[in-house]
């Protein structure tokens, strides 16, 4: 009687108070700050405590969500209907933050200091070299996600774990070459408007690229340990969703900064 007593009477899921948020925006800021010592000469390792506090935070993170998703039963039909909601403001939002720096290099090419643009002295990369080959990885990883979740749909673990496998190594690959491509760049991100453009715009979308890859092997990881079903699986669907916003900006990227914005000079690579 107790027991059905303390029941819920309602399908939402209100949810116990959390360090996780307090604790990430903690970790991310120590991150950031980090980073921007040591783009002004400060040591590598000092970027290290945030990145690690961020991806514990990540991890005990997700560990509760999926506890309350898939062990406690807490997503019910009308909480999805939120998660759904929220994960579709949270890549709204995220097209407002790449819009900031496609604004921020389309106003410095279409107004250059000096009329030139790339400018002088400054011999951007080959746009159909390595970056033609990211947009081929990524628009492939985009089609293993899609195979992915259709097989999901169809109840083929099989097809759904070999898909998420491939975007995994897919999406590692991207990064694997464009972490190439940096390290061959005729010019650094103090040598003027075009590098610090080119490399906040590619950079960030780097790093969606691994928080993306992150996120789709979790969802990998999750589907070997039999988690998801045709008519519950929001975890995989937030990922899949994420992923396809990572190669609508790249194909933005590669026309915009890799092609348009090189102005048909001649590449590095």
């Known amino acids: 009687m107790s027991t059905a007593h303390d029941a819920p009477k309602h399908p939402y899921h209100l949810v116990d108070p959390s360090p996780w948020p307090l604790c990430g925006a903690i970790a991310a800021g120590a991150m950031f700050a980090g980073t921007v010592i040591y783009m002004h000469g400060g040591p590598l390792w000092g970027i290290a405590p945030g990145v690690l506090g961020v991806l514990a935070v990540m991890f005990l993170w997700w560990r509760d969500v999926i506890r309350e998703g898939e062990h406690e039963g807490y997503h ?88 998420l496998g491939l975007t995994v190594i897919l999406g590692i690959t991207f990064t694997c070459l464009q972490a190439y491509e940096y390290s061959h760049a005729a010019f650094g991100f103090k040598d003027g408007i075009y590098p610090s453009t080119f490399f906040m715009a590619t950079g960030f979308h780097g790093a969606h690229v691994i928080i993306g890859t992150t996120f789709l092997a979790v969802n990998f990881f999750r589907a070997l340990a039999g988690h998801f079903k045709p008519d519950h699986h929001f975890g995989f669907e937030a990922a899949a969703w994420y992923w396809h916003f990572v190669d609508v900006v790249w194909l933005f990227l590669f026309v915009c900064i890799y092609w348009w914005g090189s102005g048909g000079a001649v590449g590095a690579e």
Do not use: C, D
């Open 76 to 163: 019910t039909p009308v909480v999805q209907i939120g998660l759904r909601y929220g994960m579709a403001l949270f890549i709204a939002s995220e097209v407002m933050f790449f819009a900031a720096f496609f604004w921020a290099f389309f106003t410095s090419s279409l107004f250059p200091v000096g009329g030139v643009w790339p400018p002088k002295g400054i011999h951007p990369f080959s746009p159909w070299e390595i970056p033609f080959l990211n947009t081929l990885i990524l628009l492939t990883s985009g089609t293993t996600v899609t195979w992915a979740h259709h097989a999901l749909l169809e109840n083929n673990r099989k097809g759904m774990i070999q898909g």
